[in-house]
């Protein structure tokens, strides 16, 4: 229990205290063997010290192996809980597959460049908002008739030069290209830089704000934006034709799985978008494309548009983190993949419209010998045309996955401070116990991280922290693994010193006591209120003091009351007491012993306000008497130890209690000073002169209950008390029969009888049934009053 008042009877060696269950059982603070103060490190804690340090630096430096840790960890999360993809037919883009069934029916590759302008133009009569190439048309076309005409042999003068005469099948590509909104594709190289990058996207850099559009960028972008020395363009022509052209190489990690995948890209200098980025700026009319930074590098990517803003968070080198979904089915028959349509079908108008209108077309290939292998978190081998889509899919559905410099931040708060938590508990509360903690912790922090993935998107590595825990546990529980049975007899001699050398043997054959729970039993509950204490506080509004003296005044006679009669206090509430009867040890009688100890009160509190009433016409003030109103219920509740594991309380809980606790605040409804619950009026209503009060349904409770009030002690059961409950029971029954009349007459035979202790209970139902005289209930009334107030 919190809160308890010593019992005179109580030996002065077990004074109650008001420390939890926990703070008791915990050892005092041990002198070390070598004689050294307890918060001088030992040998074993340096040492976990210099692990925990070399651990929390190496992290710092997140060597390649480290890295590849996390990011196998962060694998495993994508493969377990892969993103959900769009309902079919509202995925956002189609991959526009040159597979083995378009190169059987349109002919090997490359493709005629007049081919690939018949793509572009069925994905324009779509109504695809644009298609982009995840390849680069470096070359002359070897198809168009100025080449032919070279080549071929055989061939008159006349055909020779009438093929001459034609324009190269790059001219027809691009004035088809003019008509569709087309991104071409450009890609990294390690080689002589042919030409200067073209700047079709004009890219911004920010610091906090927008600034103004510069190429290169005015705020140093190229400085964290991956880098390549040189690009392999696409022929002039067409690059000129295009909407927009963005780079399609991806970065594979340490490990060579592609997980992020660079949005911006810096060469010579010049920053420009990647391939899925651009064709999103194109295919939402986007005039800019906006990047953020900070301390930490490029922390987001922004496309801007009529449409709205599409903010992309990044890793500090403009990467994106791919959340991968399940693997698409491609060379399927019928086009059945969610993002796959063959290219030859897409020509041959064989696709239904509404497939195709408003996708975002991505051209690439799956056919054998063509399509470039990619490992991923998701799968290990992946068409590379496949990680632009999911790129696609992220940034339009909004489905990022990042992985904050928080998140590496609390990784490594987290490390620190649970490694020095076991630095300090292992010495004080054993391996077995921090091990437990450890493992709580543990359990919360991989529960956390698989939330925040889950849920919030966010990446937060849990293998690192943990790893480096235990690491510090292990060398901790071996450097004290010999001081286990001294810790043991150290904790025996601290329980000897808080309880009883019975309950100390007790506790440690039953540790199961002091964990939370409890038992249900039936127990009989009493709740004490001061009525008016509001205008008796205002009395002492100057002197907070005098008030607390006098509440202790108060409540020490009543306390003493109850624990005279085996009464147990739960709590004190301000002004109100809380108590109950049969636990920790049972109790016989318990309902009698509760009515005696509610009786008992009132004595004592009417020999405290005379005491009180001399006291303040000696001083010449005003005196107010001190009144009090008692609830007092039976039923079945449960009795333990409640609360956190931090701290707990012994105590109740039940629906018993809560009506314990209306049926004190109904005492003063009712013009008397107890109200009883049913099941504590029938067990008293033989020994105690017990009258019924009403029907009533308690704040808070649908059902009625009857209620009950003691007139008195036992030596009331006289001729005159059964005369009078005959009486009142009569009048009770008139009155929920709604014979007014009747009861009203007996209300008035009643009062005066017994010293008058229920004539503020008759005046309250002369007043109700003044008004049920003009507001008549119902006539299928049932007699129940709803109580308003608790």
């Not at 008004?771 to 299928?780: F, K, M, S």
Request: with cysteine; hydrophobic share 40%; glycine share 8%.
């Amino acid at each position: 229990m919190t809160d308890t008042i010593e019992n005179t009877e109580t030996p002065k060696t077990e004074k109650p205290t008001k420390k939890s269950w926990f703070s008791r059982i915990l050892p005092k603070r041990r002198k070390r063997k070598d004689g050294a103060p307890w918060w001088r490190p030992s040998a074993a804690a340096l040492i976990a010290l210099a692990v925990l340090t070399g651990g929390l630096a190496l992290r710092y430096v997140d060597p390649w192996f480290v890295e590849t840790v996390r990011l196998r960890t962060f694998d495993a999360y994508n493969r377990m809980h892969p993103r959900q993809p769009p309902p079919k037919g509202q995925n956002p883009v189609v991959i526009i597959d040159i597979d083995e069934k378009s190169l059987e029916e349109m002919g090997q590759w490359p493709w005629p460049r007049t081919v690939i302008a018949d793509l572009i133009a069925a994905a324009r009569d779509y109504q695809m908002p644009v298609i982009g190439f995840d390849m680069v048309f470096g070359e002359l076309d070897r198809t168009s008739p100025a080449r032919i005409a070279d080549s071929i042999r055989r061939a008159s003068d006349d055909t020779v030069a009438e093929l001459k005469t034609l324009p190269p099948n790059e001219v027809i590509m691009a004035e088809t290209m003019r008509t569709m909104q087309t991104v071409l594709g450009q890609a990294g190289s390690n080689g002589q830089q042919v030409k200067k990058p073209t700047a079709i996207s004009a890219f911004t850099a920010v610091k906090g704000a927008k600034k103004t559009v510069g190429v290169p960028a005015e705020v140093d972008l190229s400085t964290y934006a991956p880098s390549n020395p040189t690009l392999i363009f696409n022929l002039e022509t067409l690059e000129q034709s295009a909407s927009g052209l963005g780079v399609f190489s991806v970065d594979e990690e340490v490990d060579g799985v592609v997980r992020r995948v660079p949005l911006v890209v810096e060469i010579e200098g010049v920053v420009k978008p990647t391939l899925s980025v651009e064709m999103l700026r194109v295919a939402f009319n986007a005039s800019s494309i906006f990047g953020f930074i900070d301390q930490g590098g490029i922390r987001e990517i922004r496309l801007q548009s009529k449409q709205g803003n599409f903010p992309i968070p990044t890793d500090g080198n403009g990467r994106l983190w791919v959340y991968y979904s399940e693997p698409d089915a491609f060379n399927t028959p019928d086009n059945t993949g969610r993002w796959y349509i063959s290219a030859s079908d897409i020509v041959n108008r064989r696709i239904p419209p509404e497939r195709l209108a408003g996708k975002v077309g991505l051209v690439g290939t799956s056919a054998i010998g063509l399509y470039d292998i990619r490992a991923t978190p998701i799968e290990p081998r992946l068409p590379g045309v496949e990680v632009h889509a999911n790129i696609i899919e992220n940034i339009v559905m909004k489905e990022h996955v990042a992985y904050p410099v928080t998140s590496s931040l609390w990784e490594f708060v987290v490390a620190a401070l649970a490694g020095l938590a076991l630095i300090i508990l292992i010495p004080r509360v054993g391996p077995v116990f921090s091990l437990l903690g450890g493992s709580v912790a543990a359990g919360v922090l991989i529960y956390t991280s698989w939330h925040l993935f889950t849920e919030e998107h966010i990446l937060l590595d849990v293998t690192y922290p943990t790893t480096l825990t235990f690491a510090v546990y292990a060398v901790m529980t071996f450097a004290n693994y010999m001081r286990d049975a001294a810790e043991k007899r150290q904790v025996r001699t601290a329980f000897g010193q808080y309880l009883s050398p019975a309950l100390v043997e007790q506790l440690a054959e039953n540790p199961d006591m002091l964990v939370l729970g409890g038992e249900t039993k039936k127990m009989t509950l009493l709740f004490c209120d001061v009525r008016g204490f509001t205008t008796i506080s205002e009395q002492y509004k100057t002197n907070p003091q005098g008030l607390t003296r006098l509440i202790n005044r108060l409540l020490t006679p009543l306390t003493g009351e109850i624990l005279k009669r085996e009464g147990t206090i739960d709590k004190y509430m301000g002004d109100c007491i809380m108590a109950f009867w049969n636990a920790p040890v049972d109790v016989q009688g318990q309902e009698l012993r509760s009515i005696e100890s509610a009786l008992a009160m009132f004595k004592s509190l009417q020999a405290l306000n005379e005491v009180r009433e001399r006291e303040a016409e000696a001083e010449g003030i005003k005196f107010l008497p001190l009144n009090i109103g008692i609830g007092i219920n039976t039923g079945d509740v449960v009795v333990g130890n409640m609360g956190s594991e931090q701290r707990f309380d012994y105590s109740v809980l039940g629906d018993a209690v809560n009506l314990a606790a209306r049926l004190e605040g109904q005492s003063k409804s009712y013009g008397v000073g107890v109200v009883l619950g049913p099941d504590t009026a029938e067990e008293a209503k033989d020994t105690y002169p017990i009258f019924e009060l009403d029907q009533i349904a308690v704040k808070g409770k649908t059902e009625a209950v009857n209620i009950f009030t003691v007139a008195g002690g036992i030596e009331s059961r006289n001729a005159d008390y059964e005369a009078l409950l005959a009486d009142h029971n009569s009048m009770l029954e008139a009155y929920r029969s709604q014979r007014f009349d009747e009861a009203d007459a007996l209300c008035t035979s009643c009062q005066g009888r017994l010293d008058g202790v229920l004539d503020g209970f008759y005046d309250i139902y002369r007043e109700r049934i003044a008004e049920y005289r003009i507001n008549p209930p119902a006539p299928d009334w049932d007699g129940v009053f709803i109580a308003t107030t608790k």
